[in-house]
């Protein structure tokens, strides 16, 4: 696996007339139309393909095309989805598996960033800690499962130390990214005005990284759902993970696929929050 290579391509500007890419030559309120028209547009061909899986998912099993005892359709799950929640089992398994998710993810966001920064700025550091981290950023963490537990045993300790593994890598290596890709003019003209190393970190180099930081802040909160779901079926008692494996074991397919629609459902809501959080932080770059 190499290192994590991001392209951040700027939208662009309006088109020429307006300042917001309206027609020119059109009344504010028809240029106002035009741009809500556009914005509904976009959600209209977003939501498109979702709603058609979703009516295929209805469908298929209804109709015969995959055996219903396999595949539930969706208003069976849904059914079952409320009767959880309103049972408050759902609550509880969701609640384990936050707990856990969030703190190996802060855990590896608190280690990674001061890391990357480090291994950017200082060739020594680098030399020192790429060869052991190339090592282990070539081992996936599912394949190391057996020895987190082995050493942590089969509590909540192996299971965020795991999370923290998996959401360390991509955290680390966008940051190292990002902060190498600082454009040399701007530390140059903050060496000039004689800031020091630290001032010129917390003032340029890392504001400039920030937006690829970012970028490997929201695939961790990916690798952060995907590993624990995996953890959660070695062990636990509670949780998403189990909640799936164990309504397979029972054959209880409904409550199986409620558990994998709430995991998908975290999962986007996450990463939409996430990008909310981005967009306050990064407010400068509007």
């Given at each position: 696996m190499s290192e994590t290579t991001i392209a951040v391509i700027d939208q662009p500007a309006g088109r020429a007339g307006t300042p917001d890419?309206?027609?020119?030559?059109?009344?504010?309120?028809?240029?106002?139309s035009l741009r809500v028209a556009r914005l509904l547009g976009s959600g209209v061909r977003r939501i498109v393909a979702i709603a058609a899986f979703l009516a295929l998912w209805q469908v298929a099993?209804?109709?015969?095309w995959v055996d219903r005892a396999f595949l539930s359709p969706l208003s069976e799950v849904l059914d079952t989805w409320w009767g959880l929640a309103v049972d408050?089992?759902?609550?509880?398994?969701?609640w384990a598996s936050l707990h856990r998710s969030l703190a190996g993810f802060a855990i590896a966001i608190s280690i990674a960033v001061p890391l990357g920064l480090l291994?950017?700025?200082?060739?020594?550091?680098?030399?020192?800690?790429?060869?052991?981290?190339a090592i282990f950023l070539n081992t996936a963490a599912v394949a190391l499962l057996p020895v987190f537990t082995l050493i942590l045993g089969i509590g909540d300790t192996s299971k965020i130390a795991i999370i923290a593994y998996a959401?360390?890598?991509?955290v680390l290596y966008n940051t190292i990214s990002g902060a190498r890709d600082v454009d040399?003019?701007?530390?140059?003209?903050?060496r000039s005005l004689g800031l020091p190393?630290?001032?010129?970190?917390?003032?340029?180099i890392v504001p400039a990284a920030l937006p690829t930081i970012f970028t490997g802040i929201r695939l961790a909160g990916a690798a952060s759902m995907l590993v624990l779901i995996t953890t959660e079926y070695v062990g636990a008692k509670a949780g998403l993970g189990y909640m799936i494996i164990s309504a397979q074991f029972n054959f209880q397919i409904p409550e199986m696929y409620a558990g994998i629609?709430?995991?998908?459902?975290?999962?986007?809501?996450?990463?939409?929050?996430?990008?909310f959080i981005e967009s306050k932080v990064l407010r400068w770059r509007a």
């Open positions: 890419g309206g027609a020119p030559g059109l009344p504010a309120r028809a240029r106002a099993p209804t109709v015969g408050g089992d759902l609550w509880t398994n969701i291994i950017a700025w200082y060739r020594a550091v680098a030399g020192v800690l790429s060869p052991l981290l959401c360390f890598w991509p040399p003019l701007l530390i140059k003209s903050a190393h630290i001032k010129l970190f917390a003032k340029v629609l709430t995991v998908s459902i975290i999962g986007v809501a996450f990463n939409y929050l996430l990008l």
